[in-house]
């Protein structure tokens, strides 16, 4: 049925069909929509799940990694100094191998404090473990906290998914919310022999000596190395079941494509825009959504991209010290590629600068005029 | 004179504990209480050790090691997702040591018990980060030794009353246990199960290599810290009624602390500083299991 | 995702577990077993071990009557069990229940913890208990041919004989008068010692198979080739003979010999007017009260002088303070000097007072006269209970070595003289019924290797003192107050004894002291700590960290070697000592 709902709650539409049936989460702008209504969702009786209001986000991620082990499906929501303060933990989720999703707000971290939105928050993840995937809209939004549980459920790695702090968390869009029957046909019952019973007791998570460790790890990239496959297969059945499918990567009007801009998030529907724009003007401008960030779609990006002569990355963060995270990322995949384009990196829109097509416009003429890129990220309108 | 306690033991030889070890004792001695139908979990601490490396376990109950802050929080999960999957009656008990308690955890503690979490909450307490070398804690008594409170500069501040700060929440029941004293730590711990609400047991469990005692002293020790008053056994219901369960006969304080090195370097006006701080505590104590 | 049923699983419970490819391990850190693979008992330096301990009151025991066990059979509820192990050493504690000064209370642990256990009142309560209920003791294994003469019919030949047929024999017991007993019989008056108590326990030594000779006095009418005739013989004639005063006028009518006072009224003869008389003993034993207190009875007025004082007496102090009670006036610090009589009747003593001067040989202060310090008391009686000693008559010819006034005998009872044994206070004068007691079970188990063996040495007696029929597993470490642990010993105050004073003491011989009956009787024994005996309390499985001990076989424990660190809680907590330490590799 469509509603017009703002992508916080699309995220809680979301998680009441997938069942979950353990939420813990701690408010912080700009979540709190996403757990305001999954209180009501739990109050009113339309979503049979306990909802622990912890005293902080260290313990809502302690709580669902409980909460899991035990074998219930388990979800929780945050947003930049949250997911901060989540962080010893989400190593935890990851390595105990919990399939907890995660809705993450993306925004800016402080100091000083800065609500709005960029990458910085969920970027700095990334090497906890969790799959990470970022959502262009709420109806994207929606679907994917769907797949996530399957996703999780699948490989027993945890997943975020991402959406941008105020223009998708509380922006309204229609959004096509699916039945609980077309969603229970598609996401079973979770059901797990790793889990914490007294009729077969073991102990989870305790001292592993050097001589397990490295297999131990090694296991866990294993398994991203499988999501690879899940996360298609599972958007591919998604797609067969919702008539929407998003892939790994997204390709838009790539034909004969000289220059590509990446991006990923809510940019990229300004970046269609764009696009749209400069082809009518006979421009060979081709655009790449980059929708899973972990496990990493080397073999995705090398496909479209490898052709290329120039990528015009649109990064909403900043690896001090280096460069843009989507752009060094991207150079280290296509690195070992006979020829490859020259990438160029644009530090964009941090706590929320707004990102236009005019700005979207300045960073693909700077592009188009450039034959390489310097070896520091442009760092799009900045005071001089 | 056999003690009236379960005999079914849950706990199994081979782990990795010290001679002696006061919190050994005290989980095989708390798993006797509360059975099998049970989640342990295990916060950072020796325990965490103690309960044997992969792939092998000390315990015969379900048992999830957790990270240091998250006793209280792991275990509010926990507790939820076995009622979501059908086993509303399995208890769910965490034990943490004294930092992951007092300091540390004492913010995810706090939380879960204002929830009122369905939880037994214990804390075994060998007062000093133990586990990672004897460092002082806010469990560890005015004037010890630890390598963070040297002999020139020993804890200058009294240990963190837990028991009181849990009953200021109004939570349904807690309690102080001793190794030294079985039955009254098996009543307790059984009292706790059958309370619906959050529940804190607080043991003392000296520790040989951090106290400087002898292993073999490790029950006289505790039994020591009863009869002089450092550590009575009493019980608060609903943070309003106490009650002292046990009286035993009066020994000074210096009978208790002779024994451990850790205190060795205190002179007479310090340790009559202490027997008058612990006899005004006492006081204090009776008073409030009279009303 | 890999099955928790596919995963590696020990071949044991000890197994260790091992991966031989990532295959073959979890997808997350779990367990897949326990850590009884890991073998903590390589880490300890000391170990401990279970070995019971001597108790101080079997020690003590001169009859080496198992205190601590038939104590604990009582306390678990079963008085017959109690019953048996104490007859399995001692045929009489209905008597020593009754007449033992009971050293074992005064080496009692428990007197530091509130008071000794009153253990003779529990000898006595199963001896009365046996009695009331008929238990009886089973004949002894298949008869042995030998035979074995016993002179004497007191403690030691009864206990002698008792031992020899729990053995296989059926001895001969000769006694010089009518009934069997001896000093329990003739010497021990029926208030302290009811005829009845003796008999039945006579009775059931008898229906054991030995045989009775009455009325058969050595040197009289039983002469030596009829005891040379047996296979072996013990001689117990005891000390029957009373040292004379020796000092003038001792001879006079109404001066007469404590023993034979005793006698007379033990037999019924006839002794002349004792009702209404004075009556002045001498001495300070226990034949000396047994004396007061018995011509007190028969109506006199007595006053017992002794030459020490009151601290010195040899008498049970119990003894002393109820003849006082009773009325016995005593006199200490005084000797007789002279006896002082008219037309050969006695009438008064001449008394010489003393003080205390260096010990003597025994030990004690040795009396000195104090000079011109004399006085008179007027008697009819002088009772003379100042020692007894052995009367050498009728050993004479036999080759019995007699030495310092005692038959000389061995360890093992040996005489010296062929196949002859001896044993009791003609051998060792120790004086009381416990001593001759052992004394008789020593020498029926040297009787017994000396017929199998044919030699009197090699024979090993166990834990010395007193020879045990049964012998028990404890170590010579004999448990003392400091080996407890105080803090299992809650102290409680030992229970009072009713002593019956009875408002008309003459003519009354009934028996004075009331025992401990039923219910008091096992709370009695519940106060008993069980030094150095093992009685499965369970602390030290209690309080072990690792797990390392266990119920095993035969209500003991097990420790698990592979397991235990050598802690020492568990030898520290137990509250008796029947839990050590020792170093590894020992």
């Not at chain 2, 315990?59 to 990270?67: D, E, N, S, Y």
């Not at chain 3, 209404?276 to 300070?284: D, R, W």
Request: charged share 20%; with cysteine; aromatic share 8%.
């Amino acid at each position: 049925m469509k509603k017009v709902i703002m992508g916080n709650h699309a995220v809680s539409y979301g998680v009441r069909l997938a069942r979950a049936e353990v939420i813990s989460a701690y408010p912080i702008t700009p979540q709190t929509q996403i757990v305001e209504m999954l209180s009501e969702f739990c109050s009113d009786g339309s979503l049979n799940a306990r909802f622990i209001k912890v005293e902080s986000e260290h313990s809502a991620m302690a709580a669902v990694v409980g909460a899991s082990s035990v074998g219930a499906r388990a979800f929780t929501a945050t947003s930049s100094q949250g997911l901060l303060l989540m962080h010893e933990m989400l190593h935890w989720a990851a390595g105990a191998r919990l399939p907890i999703v995660l809705a993450n707000v993306n925004r800016a971290v402080g100091p000083g404090w800065n609500v709005w939105t960029d990458q910085s928050d969920s970027l700095s993840q990334r090497d906890t473990g969790w799959l990470q995937i970022y959502c262009e809209s709420n109806q994207e939004a929606l679907d994917t906290v769907i797949q996530a549980f399957k996703i999780a459920e699948t490989v027993r790695l945890p997943v975020m998914m991402v959406l941008d702090a105020f223009i998708l968390s509380h922006t309204e869009e229609p959004v096509d919310v699916p039945a609980q029957e077309q969603v229970d046909a598609f996401l079973p019952r979770y059901e797990t022999e790793w889990r914490l019973d007294p009729d077969d007791p073991r102990a989870f998570n305790m001292l592993v000596a050097p001589e397990h460790y490295m297999e131990m790890r090694l296991q866990m990239q294993q398994a991203m190395d499988e999501a690879m496959g899940v996360v298609a297969a599972v958007d591919e059945e998604f797609g067969a079941h919702f008539g929407r499918r998003y892939g790994l990567v997204e390709p838009y009007a790539m034909e004969g494509a000289e220059t590509v801009l990446l991006t990923a998030g809510a940019t990229t529907s300004t970046a269609r825009v764009v696009v749209d724009a400069l082809r009518s003007e006979g421009h060979r401008v081709g655009l790449v959504k980059q929708r899973l960030f972990r496990p990493y779609p080397a073999a995705e990006l090398r496909r479209l991209l490898g052709q290329a002569k120039k990528v015009g990355v649109i990064d909403r963060n900043i690896s001090y010290g280096h460069e843009g995270i989507f752009a060094s990322e991207l150079k280290a995949a296509l690195y070992d590629l006979p020829s490859r384009p020259q990438v160029f990196d644009f530090v964009v829109g941090l706590g929320g600068r707004d990102v236009t097509p005019a700005t979207i416009r300045g960073i693909a003429d700077y592009v188009l005029g450039h034959d390489a890129p310097g070896l520091e990220p442009v760092w799009w309108e900045v005071k001089p | 004179m056999s003690y009236a306690i379960p005999e079914r033991e849950l706990m199994d030889s081979g782990h990795v504990g010290c001679p002696g070890c006061g919190a050994a004792l005290a989980m095989r001695l708390a798993l006797k209480a509360v059975g099998d139908d049970v989640v342990v979990l295990i916060v950072a601490s020796c325990w965490s050790i103690i309960a044997g490396p992969f792939p092998y376990s000390s315990l015969r109950v379900p048992t999830l090691h957790t990270a240091f802050e998250t006793g209280g929080s792991a275990a509010s999960g926990v507790k939820a997702a076995l009622e979501m999957r059908g086993r509303p009656h399995t208890t769910v008990m965490t034990w943490a040591g004294d930092g992951g308690t007092f300091d540390i955890g004492f913010q995810a503690l706090s939380g879960a018990v204002e929830r009122n979490e369905d939880f037994i909450y214990v804390c075994y307490d060998n007062e000093a980060y133990m586990n990672t070398g004897i460092q002082r804690s806010s469990a560890t008594p005015l004037g010890a030794w630890t390598t963070t409170t040297p002999v020139g500069t020993p804890k200058d501040t009294p240990k963190k009353d837990m028991v009181a700060i849990m009953a200021a929440h109004g939570i349904p029941y807690t309690a102080t246990a001793s190794v030294a004293y079985p039955e009254d730590l098996v009543r307790k711990l059984q009292k706790a199960q059958g309370i619906r609400g959050s529940k804190f047991i607080h043991i003392l469990a000296p520790c040989p290599s951090g106290w400087k005692s002898e292993p073999a002293e490790t029950i006289k020790i505790s039994r020591l810290a009863v009869q002089s008053k450092i550590f009575p056994l009493y019980e608060v219901e609903g943070g309003r009624k106490w009650r002292i369960t046990v009286r035993p006969p009066e020994v000074p304080v210096i009978e208790y602390m002779r024994r451990q090195g850790r205190f060795s370097h205190l002179s007479n006006a310090q340790i009559e500083a202490i027997q008058h701080n612990v006899d005004e505590h006492w006081a204090e104590l009776v008073a409030k299991a009279e009303q | 995702m890999k099955s928790k049923h596919s995963m590696p699983k020990p071949a044991a419970p000890d197994a260790p577990i091992t991966f031989a490819s990532l295959a073959e391990m979890p997808p997350l850190p779990v367990s897949l077993g326990s850590t009884l693979n890991n073998k903590t008992g390589t880490w300890r330096y000391i170990r401990p071990f279970y070995e019971d301990r001597t108790p101080p009151c079997s020690y003590a025991c001169p009859a080496g009557n198992d205190v601590v066990h038939y104590i604990g059979a009582l306390r678990d509820g079963d008085p017959e069990a109690a019953w048996r192990i104490l007859v399995a050493e001692n045929p009489l504690p209905g008597v020593c229940g009754r007449v033992c000064p009971h050293p074992c209370e005064r080496e009692c642990n428990r007197r530091e913890f509130g008071g000794a256990i009153a253990i003779h009142a529990l000898e006595r309560f199963l001896a009365d208990e046996a009695a009331a209920h008929g238990w009886t003791i089973g004949a002894g294994p298949a008869r042995r041919p030998e035979r074995i003469a016993i002179v004497g019919s007191g403690p030691a030949g009864l206990s002698c004989a008792y031992h020899l047929a729990r053995l296989g024999y059926e001895p001969t017991v000769y006694e010089a008068e009518s009934q069997p007993g001896g000093l329990l019989r003739y010497g021990i008056p029926a208030y302290r010692l009811p005829k009845d108590v003796l008999d039945r326990e006579i009775a059931a030594i008898e229906r054991l198979g030995v045989r009775f000779a009455l009325n058969r006095r050595l040197g009289d009418n039983l002469a030596w080739p009829e005891l040379a005739a047996a296979d072996a013989v013990f001689l117990a004639t005891g000390q029957g003979a009373s040292r004379p005063l020796q000092v003038p006028g001792e001879g006079a009518a109404g001066v007469i010999a404590g023993l034979d006072f005793l006698r007379r009224v033990a037999t019924g003869k006839s002794l002349g007017t004792v009702a209404g008389s004075k009556a002045i003993v001498i001495g300070g034993g226990n034949t000396a009260i047994d004396a007061a207190r018995t011509a007190l009875r028969l109506g006199a007025s007595v006053t017992v002088v002794y030459r020490r004082t009151e601290a010195e007496m040899p008498a049970i102090a119990g003894e002393v303070a109820e003849a006082r009670a009773e009325g016995v006036a005593f006199r200490f610090l005084a000797a007789p000097a002279q006896v002082l009589a008219e037309g050969g009747q006695v009438r008064s003593v001449r008394f010489q007072e003393m003080r205390l001067g260096a010990p003597d040989a025994s030990g004690r202060a040795r009396p000195e006269p104090v000079p011109g310090h004399e006085f008179i008391l007027p008697a009819d009686w002088v009772i003379v209970a100042a020692g007894q000693e052995l009367d050498p008559a009728p050993l004479q010819g036999a080759g019995i070595p007699v030495e310092h006034g005692r038959i000389r005998a061995g360890e093992a009872a040996e005489t010296g003289v062929a196949r002859v044994f001896a044993g009791g206070d003609a051998a060792t004068g120790e004086g009381t019924v416990a001593q001759a007691i052992g004394s008789g079970k020593r020498a029926a188990l040297a009787i017994d290797h000396y017929l199998r063996t044919g030699s009197t040495e090699g024979l090993v007696l166990p834990q010395g003192r007193a020879a045990h029929a049964t012998p028990r597993n404890a170590a010579e470490a004999v448990v003392r107050p400091a080996d407890l642990n105080a803090d299992y010993i809650t102290p409680e105050p030992a229970p009072e004894l009713e002593a019956w004073a009875p408002p008309q003491m003459v003519g009354n011989f009934a028996e004075v002291n009331a025992g401990l009956a039923g219910q008091a009787a096992a709370r009695e024994a519940a106060r008993c700590i069980s030094c150095g005996t093992c009685i499965s309390c369970d602390t030290c499985l209690i309080f072990c960290p690792d797990v390392a001990i266990a119920h095993a076989e035969g209500g003991r424990y097990a420790i698990a070697y592979d397991y235990c660190k050598g802690c020492g809680i568990c030898a520290t907590e137990c509250p008796r000592s029947a839990l050590h330490m020792e170093e590894e590799g020992q």
